[in-house]
DNA sequence: ATTTCAAGTTGTACTATACAACTAGAACGT
DNA sequence: ACGTTCTAGTTGTATAGTACAACTTGAAAT
């Protein structure tokens, strides 16, 4: 096997890994959000609110799903509908206040984590590895785009 | 902010995007094969058989949930069960070849799918990004080994 | 005006998961 | 040796996240 086939296993193999770990966490990732919903959330800040039905499209779920998400969160009080006055069936999301606050804090204490996982690293292999994540996820086999 | 911090943000960042993607498809990754499946299919190709409470401890399951896998994938007929005669309780767990062929397939295309998304990497780069990938995941943080 | 399209909700079902209660067998301690 | 405690695994129950299908409501188009 040349070296270029090894590397491709390896990576395949620790991207299993990864997936599967990430999975497992997923659900108790932070007491008040899951993987989802902060991905959603983060959307949402992001974009500075959008409709249901773009969260859907971006991120391969089925409308019913993200109608249940955003009620959850809605319940919550971490987002809010607005009507759109142009066009009575839409739904604008928004962050609330309450929202931004818990997302920042979520997205701290998974900083905080990373930083530590990658205390060690030099800076250049942190600028590398980034690097070859983005191109990695930006590549063309990923049906679902990000 | 530094390089550095802004590297361990895009990594953050990007791993959470892969996060999501893997999950997304964790499920139909293949008709015969959930990633989960997949992965406790491997180990036992690995180690060459072992017991569902090894299965569960390693993988930071809950034995309920080992146990019904463990019964799907019997009823499947892609593992058996060996009752150990050195002690009654235990089920030693075992690929039929059924299920060797099946792993193997499944091992074969989510090949091809890696090397499709990286066929236009130099080499180089490969053998870096792989290297990086194994001492993430290597890395301190994870409570939970692979 | 009627048909067709789009946004969202609700009913239903399935999968993966955990926790708790249980069964069966093994090991230990007196 | 016999009861206590430990271990392996199963089963009952509950929850989360997901999809698909049927439906409602409003907008657009012919």
Known sequence: MSAAESAVETIQREMTIFARRARASAGRMHPELSLVSYTLLGHLEERGGCRATDLAAHYALDKSTVSRQVAALERAGLIERRLDPEDHRVQVLH?????????AQVTRSRRAAFRERL??????????????????NAGPA???SD
């Not at 962050?95 to 997302?103: A, F, H, S």
């Not at 060690?120 to 070859?132: M, N, Q």
């Open 95 to 103: 962050l609330t206040d309450v929202g931004q606050e818990i997302l």
């Open 119 to 136: 205390a060690d690293w030099p800076e250049e292999d942190l600028v590398r590895f980034a690097a070859y994540l983005e191109r990695y």
């Open 142 to 144: 990923g049906a679902d």
